[in-house]
Every structure is written in C-alpha cells, then in structure tokens.
C-alpha cells in the first residue's frame, strides 16, 4: 500500500474525507463570524490549497448549502429522536431558530448563487415534511391553535429572523430568535379550556 491514503467506505480517499471536514468546519467557522467571505480565507483555515477547496466545493454558494444541509440534516436527526415527544413541536421550533441563527450570515451568499431558490424550496418542503406530525399531534393534544398552518410557521420563521436583524452573532441572533419566537408562540398556543 506503499503510502497511499486507503478509500473510505464511500468511496473518498481518507486525505480527501479530512480535508473536506477540515473545509466544512473553516467554512462553519468563518461564515458564522461573517457572511461575507472569500475562499481563499476558507481554504486558509482549513489548511488545504485552493485546488483542494475548489474540487470540493466551486463557489461559496455550493459550500454554504452544504453547510445549510448539514445542519438540516441534523433537525431531521432530532425529529427522528422526538418522534414520540408529545412537545415535539414545540423542541423543533426551537430548533429551527437555531438553524436561522446559524446560517444568518451565509443565507444571502446563498441567496446570490443561481440555484439557490431551487435549494429554499427543497428546504422548505423539508421542514414542512418534518413539522407535519408534530404539528397535528400538538393541535390533537390542545396545545397548539387547530387553525394553524405550516405557513404561519413559515411566516413566523421569517419574522423570527427579522428579530436576528440588529443581533451580534450567532448567539445573539438565537437569543433574538428565541426572543421573537417565544411571543409568537405565545399567540398560537391553545388556551387551557375555560
């Protein structure tokens, strides 16, 4: 084997494998502290030459909706582990803020890539897909208004974000965020019967 890096399970070198997590977690990184960077500060903190970050990634738009479906992924993953959580709504909004929070500052990198509104809507079809039950068991269990519907929550998502306008950073965005969301769940909670 003489010094060659062994192929993974999907079929990527373990060079390869290293230097495009290496590249996501720069990316992360950067583009939380701001939206506006250049690759060659990404391939920079990655460690890895502009050849290696361009053959993973051809522009900032590709590497911000990687980024953006990454952390999808993972709202996927705790729906999965909220399945039978009576609250499960309500945890996945939360969650869903946190996912505005975080990728507040690349959105618009994303948002001037062409494709990007291909990639708004397959997202959003997502988390349509992943609110769907949770929210017909919290309007099934009365703590959730019956008229309601998923694009209230988009509408509420929008408003939340809006809320991270004036934020400094992630954590201050989520904390806007939260802020914002709070109050609007407040108003489409149902009342307890009198």
């Known amino acids: 084997m003489g010094g060659e890096d062994l192929k ?16 996501l977690e720069a990316g992360r990184e950067l583009f939380a502290e701001s939206g506006d960077v250049a690759m060659c500060q990404v391939a920079r903190r990655a460690g890895v030459g502009q050849a290696t970050l361009y053959r993973n990634f051809p522009d900032r738009g590709a590497l911000a909706a990687e980024i953006i479906n990454e952390r999808i992924d993972r709202v996927v993953e705790l729906a999965a582990a909220h399945e039978d959580d009576p609250d499960a709504f309500f945890v996945l909004m939360r969650s869903l803020v946190d996912l505005i929070a975080g990728v507040y500052a690349i959105s618009e990198i994303s948002r001037q890539d062409g494709s990007a509104d291909e990639r708004l809507k397959k997202n959003r079809l997502i988390v349509a897909e992943l609110l769907a039950v949770p929210m017909r068991n919290a309007k099934a269990a009365g703590t959730l208004q019956r008229h309601v519907s998923i694009d209230d929550i988009f509408l509420m998502f929008s408003m939340a974000r809006g809320a991270m306008a004036n934020a400094q950073g992630v954590a201050g965005r989520a904390e806007a965020g939260h802020r914002a969301l709070a109050l609007m769940l407040g108003g489409i909670a149902a009342s307890p019967a009198s």
């Open 8 to 23: 993974t399970g999907d079929g990527l070198r373990s060079d390869a494998k290293r230097n495009r997590a290496a590249i």
